[in-house]
């Protein structure tokens, strides 16, 4: 339902503007007609409260948290006090504090990702090093130098001839000349290890660097003088800072817990005292008086009224009239729904809000939904798992959506129990099996037909029930088009369905000509209303009705799937494999079960039913007051 909405005025003491102001924050009802005119960027303290918000703010990015619905309502009133007994020296004190936070938590973001990157390089140059090791520390242990170069694949041939060349002038006559040498293949080019004398090591290097090569080094922080010190220095280094770096996460971690919720709070705190300021300043002032008005839900006016007059008395005059017919598409959208249906406002938080002057569906959809869900689900024993799954999310759900989402769960797992009883189902055909269990209605993995004509029909009183209000909706409102298309679409199913009626004997053949009259005067009334737009849409109508056979069709295989897993203890017997296979597939099929009738449940209602009546482009009803996330995000 949508709430009925008044616009009040005020007029005040320009002395007690602020206090009036912070009085209405509290209250929490007043929507504001217009944001307040700030046409430059304000100076001083309100500047400073900004510029503090955005930095808490990032450092809250920085650390990752975003968990806005766990703040609790102790939180966000001690940071609320905290910023009422700031004084300037003290704000400015809290300032450089968050400052100094923001700085360390800085340099340590700055650590974590030098250390990762060096991480990664050390990696890298490991897995080629890894090739090396033991060739270095043979040519360590004999006395030799060992030196590495990136060289071209073509080079390698004629660049050791010559090394040995070089080595016969350091070799005496009587020893061999021997070169020692390791390669190994990366991409395109070639790293060479050659082991040679202390003496032949510096005209061995000259050439190396005369023909292009280029000398391996270790990543700048764990190069060393020699390459077997460098790869010493890789090797320790792989073994702290991993080390390190958990060390780092586990300090961030410990911040983010910590300090992420009190920086949320002050923030959202820091944020509720700009706008509040925000507003004082937009105020429109004429001399000794100032001037405000917004909307307030007409059942709070009452108490509105009575809490102003109680505080301000005659330092604050009231004026409130209910809203005329021109300046409805200007009203903002509050909605109220009984108790039980109120969670299913969730589904219109999908779309944009119905217009004031529009329907409110909650209820419709707190109705059909959790039938149409249980209507595919069907079975006793998942729909008590459907219902402590509801359990679960609103004794342990730490936000407002999860805990009707938790809602909603309970009355599909009441619908699915309640068809589980009609169909005789409990995880399949176990019921039958074990208490001898027999449908009350049909037992629909036979009865297919049935169950599918009685979804045709399921849907075939949805639509029409989207096509009536489309049709109330256009009387109220004048619009002839409108109400003529939906009339039209209604006179003609009604003809159809007389004349399926007629075509199966139920009726006498004479009442055909009503049939086909009904359907000739529909037509005609339906291009009158929407043309040929309008005898398209019938034909969508149609297809929205025949639709509905999902229903049918889902629950059909999830009724086929619940007795294949209960055939595999037929298959394997009463042993582990074969009990865990059930139940392995009772859980698939619960899952596809409950995801699949959720999804097709809500398509149903967006696509086939909402689109019949549903006008969006409402404004949201945001009352000026306090909040628990950021303004972007408030409910």
């Known amino acids: 339902m949508i709430r009925p909405m008044v616009r009040l005025a005020l007029w005040g003491v320009a002395s007690r503007k602020n206090e009036l102001v912070r009085t209405l924050h509290e209250m929490e009802v007043f929507h504001l007609v217009a944001s307040p005119r700030m046409t430059s960027l304000p100076d001083g303290d309100l500047h400073k409260t900004r510029v503090v918000g955005a930095t808490l703010l990032g450092m809250l990015e920085v650390l990752s948290w975003d968990e806005w619905n766990t703040l609790d309502d102790v939180q966000l009133e001690r940071a609320r006090a905290g910023l009422d007994q700031l004084t300037p020296d003290l704000a400015n004190e809290v300032e450089r504090s968050i400052e100094s936070f923001r700085t360390r938590l800085a340099d340590l973001l700055q650590e974590k990702e030098a250390l990762e990157e060096s991480h990664r390089a050390l990696r890298k140059s490991h897995q080629i090093t890894s090739h090396f090791s033991g060739f270095l520390k043979e040519e360590r242990a004999s006395g030799n130098e060992v030196s590495l170069w990136w060289i071209v694949p073509s080079l390698q041939g004629s660049l050791l001839g010559r090394i040995r060349k070089v080595l016969k002038k350091h070799t005496s006559v009587k020893e061999r000349v021997s070169l020692r040498y390791h390669s190994v293949r990366v991409e395109k080019d070639v790293l060479l290890a050659v082991s040679v004398p202390p003496s032949a090591l510096e005209e061995v290097e000259t050439l190396f660097r005369e023909n292009g090569a280029a000398a391996w080094r270790a990543p700048h922080v764990f190069e060393k003088e020699t390459p077997y010190a460098s790869f010493s220095a890789v090797e320790e280094g792989l073994q702290w800072l991993p080390a390190r770096l958990d060390e780092i996460e586990r300090e961030l971690l410990k911040t983010r817990k910590e300090w992420g919720p009190k920086l949320a709070a002050l923030f959202i705190a820091l944020d509720e005292q700009a706008e509040v300021v925000e507003v004082e300043r937009g105020l429109t002032e004429k001399g000794e008086l100032f001037f405000v008005e917004g909307w307030v839900p007409g059942d709070a006016l009452s108490s509105i009224v009575s809490c102003l007059r109680e505080r301000f008395d005659r330092d604050v005059l009231l004026s409130w009239r209910y809203p005329s017919d021109d300046e409805w598409h200007k009203v903002p959208t509050a909605l109220s729904n009984p108790g039980p249906f109120a969670p299913f406002e969730l589904f219109l938080k999908l779309l944009s809000p119905p217009k004031y002057s529009g329907l409110d569906p909650t209820v419709l959809i707190g109705i059909f939904f959790p039938f149409f869900s249980g209507c595919m689900v069907g079975d006793i024993g998942y729909g008590f798992f459907i219902a402590l799954f509801g359990f679960l999310a609103r004794r342990f759900g730490k936000s407002v959506l999860i805990s009707h989402v938790g809602s ?42 049935p169950v599918l004509v009685f979804t045709v029909v399921l849907g075939l009183a949805h639509v029409c029930l989207g096509h009536l209000l489309g049709l109330i909706e256009g009387i109220r409102h004048r619009h002839k088009h409108l109400w003529m298309e939906k009339l039209g679409n209604l006179v003609i199913l009604s003809g159809l369905v007389l004349g399926i009626v007629i075509f199966k004997g139920w009726l006498p053949d004479k009442l055909f000509s009503v049939s086909l009259s009904a359907v000739i005067v529909g037509t005609v009334v339906l291009l009158m209303g929407g043309g040929l737009g309008g005898v398209i849409e019938y034909l969508g109508t149609i297809g929205n009705v025949l639709s509905y056979v999902r229903i049918g069709a889902i629950g059909l295989s999830s009724a086929i799937l619940a007795m294949v897993a209960s055939s595999f203890v037929d298959v394997l017997g009463i042993s582990i494999l074969g009990i865990m296979m059930a139940l392995a597939m009772h859980l698939l099929n619960f899952v596809l079960a409950l995801a699949g009738s959720g999804l097709h449940a809500a398509r149903l209602h967006y696509v086939e039913f909402l689109g019949k009546f549903y006008v969006g482009g409402g404004i949201a009803y945001r009352p000026f007051g306090k909040r628990r996330s950021p303004s972007w995000k408030k409910p």
Not at 418 to 436: S, V
Request: glycine share 12%.
């Open 408 to 449: 909603i769960l309970y009355f599909i797992a009441g619908w699915s129990i309640a068809w589980g009883i009609a169909y005789g189902e409990l995880f399949g055909d176990m019921g039958h099996r074990l208490l001898h269990m027999r449908p009350l209605w049909v037992e629909r993995s036979e009865a297919v037909m």
